[in-house]
């Protein structure tokens, strides 16, 4: 499986981008699709992620409420919506997915298989 991740950019506060992840290959309906970003000097921080089949959403504290995450499953895309963008948004944003991932752990990026290649957002004041 192949995630290209694209979308990132500059904005500034309170502006809105909207990142896309292309998956290519063997991908299946059970798959989850998830955001994640890191900071420099921080670690990887969830973000938000979706269920291909089902389409159920979730999110980090963080966001919640500025961010939306969606997807065409026709064409394999997942899309993040990032309105009311703060300085402390700036990262380098990673799509990610896996097969196999419970509940309980799609919050956690170690238990993802795949990873795009990462898109850059800055934020400024």
């Known amino acids: 499986v192949q995630l290209q991740a694209s979308g990132g950019g500059s904005v500034q506060v309170g502006g809105s981008l909207r990142l896309s992840c292309a998956a290519s290959?063997?991908?299946?309906?059970?798959?989850?699709m998830g955001w994640f970003r890191q900071a420099p000097g921080k670690e990887r921080e969830f973000v938000s992620c979706?269920?291909?089949?089902?389409?159920?959403?979730y999110y980090g504290d963080s966001v919640k409420g500025r961010f939306t995450i969606s997807r065409d499953n026709a064409k394999n895309t997942v899309f993040l919506q990032m309105n009311s963008l703060k300085p402390e948004d700036t990262a380098v944003y990673y799509c990610?997915?896996?097969?196999?991932?419970?509940?309980?752990?799609?919050?956690?990026?170690?238990?993802?298989?795949?990873w795009g290649q990462g898109t850059l957002v800055t934020v400024s004041s």
């Open positions: 990610a997915a896996d097969g196999g991932i419970i509940m309980s752990s799609m919050r956690n990026a170690r238990f993802y298989s795949y």
């Open positions: 290959g063997r991908t299946s309906n059970r798959f989850v």
């Open positions: 979706i269920t291909w089949s089902g389409g159920r959403t």
